[in-house]
C-alpha cells in the first residue's frame, strides 16, 4: 500500500524565538514506520520537528507548523491509500506573530485561535477506496470524546492515547471502530503496538 503517515509534534511560533508546542517525541509515529517499512508499504513520512530517530521512508516531508502540516497532507493525501495521523498536532496558535523577539514583561496576555482540523477536512475529500486511521490523545477515561472524533472526522479507526503515553515507552491504548467495535490490547512497548495497529490497518482494506 501507499501510506501516508503524520508523526511528531507542531511548533506555533509567538515571535521570532518562542512557540507554542507540546511534549510529543515523534516515538509512536517512528515505530509505526519501521513496521509499515518493513512489511514492504511506501510510506510518506510528514514529519513535525520531533526529538527521536526516523527510520527511512519513501518520501518524508518535514514540516513545523499545522497549518504547514495540513497543506502536506490534502496534498499528499490523494495518492496514497491510507493516512495515519500520529502527529500531535498543536490545537491553538497566536493569532498574532511578531517578527522580533518580544521583550520580557512582568505579564504577557496571548490571544489564540484554534488550528485546522485536519482530519476533518481529509474525511470530506477521501474516497471509497481510501482509508483514515486517527489518535485521540485524552485525559483517562475520556473514551466518549474519541468515539466522537472517530465519528465527526469520517475515520475507519481511531486510537484512544491517555495522556500518560506521551513520551512514555509503553502504551495502553483503545482501538475503536464506527460500528461500535473496540479492542483493548495490554499495554505493551509502542513498537509492538504499531505492528498492531498496522495489522488493523491492513484488515480495513478487506471490508
Known amino acids: 500500500m501507499k501510506i501516508l503517515l503524520t508523526a511528531g509534534p507542531t511548533r506555533e511560533p509567538i515571535d521570532a524565538v518562542r512557540y507554542i508546542g507540546n511534549r510529543s517525541s515523534g516515538q509512536m509515529g517512528a515505530a509505526i514506520a519501521s513496521n509499515a517499512v518493513d512489511e514492504g ?9 520531533v526529538t527521536v530517530e526516523m527510520p527511512d521512508v519513501t518520501k518524508r516531508i518535514d514540516v513545523e507548523t499545522a497549518e504547514e502540516m495540513r497543506r502536506a497532507v490534502i496534498t499528499e493525501f490523494p495518492q496514497h491509500d491510507l493516512l495515519i495521523m500520529a502527529a500531535a498536532v498543536a490545537d491553538y ?12 514583561h512582568d505579564t504577557f496576555a496571548l490571544e489564540l485561535k484554534a488550528t485546522p482540523d485536519i482530519l476533518l477536512e481529509v474525511g470530506d475529500m477521501k474516497q471509497s477506496h481510501q482509508r483514515t486511521v486517527g489518535f ?8 466518549h470524546r474519541s468515539r466522537g472524533k472517530l465519528i465527526r472526522k469520517k475515520l475507519d479507526l481511531i486510537v484512544y492515547n491517555p495522556t500518560e503515553t506521551m513520551n512514555a515507552s509503553n502504551v495502553t491504548a483503545v482501538l475503536l471502530w464506527p460500528d461500535g467495535r473496540e479492542e ?7 513498537w509492538e503496538f504499531a505492528r498492531l495497529l498496522m495489522a ?7 471490508k
Open 184 to 190: 483493548r490490547p495490554d499495554e505493551m512497548s509502542k
Open 93 to 104: 496558535t497566536p493569532v498574532s506573530i511578531l517578527s522580533t523577539k518580544l521583550p520580557r
Open 200 to 206: 488493523r490497518s491492513v484488515e480495513l482494506f478487506s
Open 41 to 49: 508499504h511506501e510510506v510518506t513520512l510528514i514529519c513535525g520537528p
Open 136 to 143: 485521540s490523545l485524552e485525559i483517562a477515561g475520556n473514551l
